[in-house]
C-alpha cells in the first residue's frame, strides 16, 4: 500500500516537472493516443492554431488530448509504421502550411514492453534561420569585419578582418567593452549611452562611425549593428557587420582639401573672368558710345565738306564767268581807247576847217569893206559866218577837252580792269586750288565716315561678343557651382 502511494507521489512530481518546463513536450500511449501536452506547448500549438487547421482539419486544441496523434499526418500509416519500428530517439523536421517544426520523439519503454512516446516540439524557424544566418555570417565573415557583443558592449566573439583593422588580438579584446575602440571624447558621452540603450531595446544602428586602434589611431567603420532577439524579443547579443573604409575617408577627406583649394582657385578665377567682361563691357559701350558721337560728327564734317566742296566749285564757276566779264570789260576800254584817240584826229580835222572857215570870213570881211556899200550884205554874213567859225572852234576845244578825259579815264578803267582779271585770276587759282583740296578732304572725310562705319559696326560686334563671352562665363560659373556641389557630396 505504502508503495503504491510512493509511486503516486512520484508520478504527480513528475507531472508537475513536465508542467513547469519551457520545452514543449506532449506524450501519447503506445496505441498513438495523446495523454499528456504540457502548457509551453500548449501555448505554442495555440498560437499555431490558425495555420494549423488550414492544413490539418481534425486539429483543435480545445480535443487535443484524447485524439490519435495521426491528426498530424496526412497518411498516418506511414507515421504509425515509423513510430512502431522506432527503437531510439528520432529528429525530423515536419512542415504544416506556413509553420516549420522540428520533432524530437523518444519511444517509453516499461519492462522491455513498448508503453508510449514521448514528443519534443520547436519552432523549426528559428533554428532555420540561426542556420541560414550562420551560413550568411560565415559568408559575410570572408570579407567583412564581424564582432558580437553582449546586450550590454561586452565582447564577445570578433573575427580575424575585425581584429586586423584594429590592431588587437582576440585574447585582448574578449570580454572587454566595446569602448576601447570609442575615441576617448566620446566614451562618457550622452550619445554613446543612447546608442548602446537603443540596441539594448532591440534598435538596428548603422553608418559610418569613427573608432580607435590599439595604436590610437582613427579607424573609419561603415556597418551595422544588429540586435539578434529570442524566441521571446529579448536581445540576447549584438552582431556588427562591417567594412574597414578609412582609405576611402582619407581619400574622400584628400579629396575634400583638393575640391576647396581647386574650387577656391576656380572661382577667383571666373569671378575675375566675370569682373573683366563685366568691365570691357562697360569700356565697349563708352567706346560704341564715343565712337557713334565721332561717327555722327564725322558725317556731319562729310557733309559740310561736302556743301563746302560744292560751293567752292560753284565759286571757282562764279569766278571764272568774273573773269571772263572782265576781259570783255577790258578788251572794250581798249577799244574806246581808240575810239577816243580816232576822235582826236576828227577834232584836228573840225579844228583846222574852222580855223580856214574863221580865215574865210576875214578875207570876206576884207573884200566887203573894199566893196564899200555894195559889200555891206557881203560882210553881214561874214560876220555871222566868223561867230559860227568861232563857237565851233570853241566846241571843238571842249570836246578836245572831253575827249581827254575820256581817253584819261579809259586809261583808268583799262588799268583797274586789267588788275581785276590779274586778281580774278589770282583768286581763280586759289579757288581751284582750294576746291581740289576741299575734293580732297571730302574724299578723305567720306573715307573716314566709311571707316568710322565699320568701326562701329566691328565695334558693336566686339560688344555683342563680350556679352556673349560675359554669358558663358556666368554659365561656366554656375556649372563650376553645380560641379563643387556635386563633388563636396562625393567627399562627404
Not at 337 to 347: L, R, T
Amino acid at each position: 500500500m505504502f508503495g503504491l502511494a510512493k509511486a503516486d507521489n512520484q508520478g504527480r512530481l513528475k507531472s508537475q516537472a513536465m508542467d513547469l518546463v519551457r520545452a514543449n513536450i506532449m506524450i501519447a500511449n503506445a496505441e498513438f493516443v495523446i495523454t499528456y501536452v504540457n502548457p509551453s506547448l500548449q501555448g505554442f500549438l495555440s498560437e499555431a492554431e490558425a495555420d494549423l487547421k488550414k492544413e490539418l482539419p481534425r486539429f483543435s486544441m480545445a480535443s487535443l488530448i484524447g485524439s490519435n496523434i495521426d491528426i498530424f499526418h496526412k497518411n498516418p500509416s506511414h507515421q504509425r509504421n515509423m513510430l512502431s519500428g522506432l527503437s531510439r530517439a528520432h529528429e525530423a523536421t515536419i512542415k504544416v502550411g506556413p509553420r516549420m517544426f522540428d520533432l524530437l520523439v523518444s519511444p517509453i519503454t516499461t519492462n522491455g514492453v513498448r508503453s508510449g512516446y514521448v514528443v519534443e516540439w520547436a519552432n523549426a524557424a528559428e533554428r532555420l534561420a540561426n542556420l541560414a544566418y550562420a551560413a550568411q555570417s560565415k559568408a559575410i565573415g570572408r570579407n567583412a569585419a564581424i564582432i558580437e557583443f553582449t546586450p550590454d558592449g561586452n565582447i564577445l566573439e570578433a573575427n580575424e578582418i575585425f581584429l586586423t583593422a584594429m590592431g588587437y588580438r582576440l585574447d585582448e579584446v574578449k570580454g572587454r567593452h566595446h569602448s576601447i575602440f570609442v575615441p576617448p571624447e566620446q566614451r562618457d558621452t550622452e550619445a554613446y549611452r543612447t546608442f548602446w540603450d537603443k540596441l539594448r531595446k532591440g534598435e538596428f544602428q548603422s553608418g559610418r562611425f569613427r573608432r580607435q586602434s590599439k595604436t590610437g589611431a582613427d579607424v573609419w567603420i561603415e556597418g551595422s549593428y544588429n540586435p539578434v532577439l529570442d524566441g521571446n524579443g529579448r536581445v540576447t547579443k549584438v552582431v556588427k557587420l562591417a567594412s574597414n573604409v578609412t582609405d576611402q575617408v582619407r581619400l574622400l577627406a584628400d579629396l575634400k582639401n583638393l575640391i576647396d583649394e581647386n574650387f577656391a582657385e576656380i572661382d577667383r578665377a571666373v569671378s575675375q573672368s566675370s569682373k573683366d567682361c563685366s568691365g570691357a563691357t562697360s569700356a565697349v559701350a563708352g567706346s560704341l558710345t564715343n565712337m557713334r558721337t565721332v561717327l555722327d560728327g564725322a558725317r556731319d564734317m562729310a557733309s559740310s565738306v561736302a556743301e563746302i566742296a560744292q560751293t567752292m566749285t560753284r565759286s571757282r564757276t562764279a569766278v571764272e564767268a568774273a573773269g571772263k566779264e572782265a576781259e570783255l570789260v577790258a578788251q572794250q576800254a581798249d577799244r574806246l581807247i581808240n575810239a577816243a584817240q580816232a576822235m582826236n584826229s576828227v577834232v584836228e580835222l573840225i579844228r583846222d576847217i574852222a580855223g580856214q572857215i574863221n580865215l574865210l570870213s576875214l578875207n570876206a570881211t576884207i573884200e566887203a569893206a573894199r566893196a564899200g556899200e555894195a559889200g555891206k550884205g557881203f560882210a553881214v554874213v561874214a560876220s555871222e559866218v566868223k561867230g559860227l567859225a568861232n563857237q565851233s572852234a570853241r566846241a571843238t576845244e571842249q570836246i578836245s577837252a572831253e575827249i581827254e578825259n575820256i581817253q584819261r579815264t579809259s586809261a583808268e578803267v583799262a588799268s583797274a580792269v586789267r588788275g581785276i582779271t590779274g586778281a580774278i585770276g589770282s583768286v581763280s587759282g586759289y579757288v581751284n586750288s582750294t576746291a581740289a583740296a576741299m575734293e580732297q578732304q571730302s574724299a578723305v572725310t567720306r573715307e573716314i565716315s566709311s571707316r568710322m562705319d565699320v568701326t562701329s559696326s566691328t565695334v558693336t560686334q566686339v560688344s555683342a561678343n563680350i556679352d556673349t563671352i560675359s554669358s558663358a562665363v556666368s554659365k561656366v560659373a554656375a556649372a563650376v557651382t553645380k560641379t563643387r556641389q556635386a563633388a563636396e557630396v562625393l567627399a562627404r
